[in-house]
């Protein structure tokens, strides 16, 4: 079981930034991959950004360039500094981590945090 908190969202304008935290239970370098997903109304979840326990990254076309997805590993916690942000960057955005248990693949999600980028 992995726990994962999610903390940093808010209300910012069009052009502004604001940095998302989750912070796992479990010793991140022993999860697989730890994701950042967006939901809008009425729409799916999509990825936002990953990285990898190597480090390696992957960033969804609208975020890239704006979007810098890193870890801090004494604190567990992954995080997403986003920039330049845009009002079609409004949703609740959810922490995903994927790793292996006993052969097969587990994914666990945090409760979400809003984030609301006016025009």
């Known amino acids: 079981q992995v726990e994962l908190v999610e903390s940093g969202g808010g209300l910012v304008q069009s052009g502004g930034s604001l940095k998302l935290s989750c912070t796992t239970s479990?010793?991140?370098?022993?999860?697989?991959?730890m994701g950042w997903y967006r939901q809008a109304p009425g729409k799916q979840r999509d990825l936002v950004a990953e990285i990898g326990s190597s480090g390696s990254t992957n960033y969804a076309d609208s975020s890239k360039g704006r979007f810098t997805i890193s870890v801090n590993g004494a604190k567990n916690t992954v995080y997403l500094q986003m920039n330049s942000l845009k009002p079609e960057d409004t949703g609740v955005y959810y922490c995903?981590?994927?790793?292996?248990?006993?052969?097969?693949?587990?994914?666990?999600w945090g409760q979400g945090t809003q984030v609301n980028v006016s025009s």
């Open positions: 995903k981590a994927r790793l292996a248990i006993l052969s097969s693949w587990r994914e666990y």
């Open positions: 479990r010793y991140i370098f022993s999860i697989n991959t």
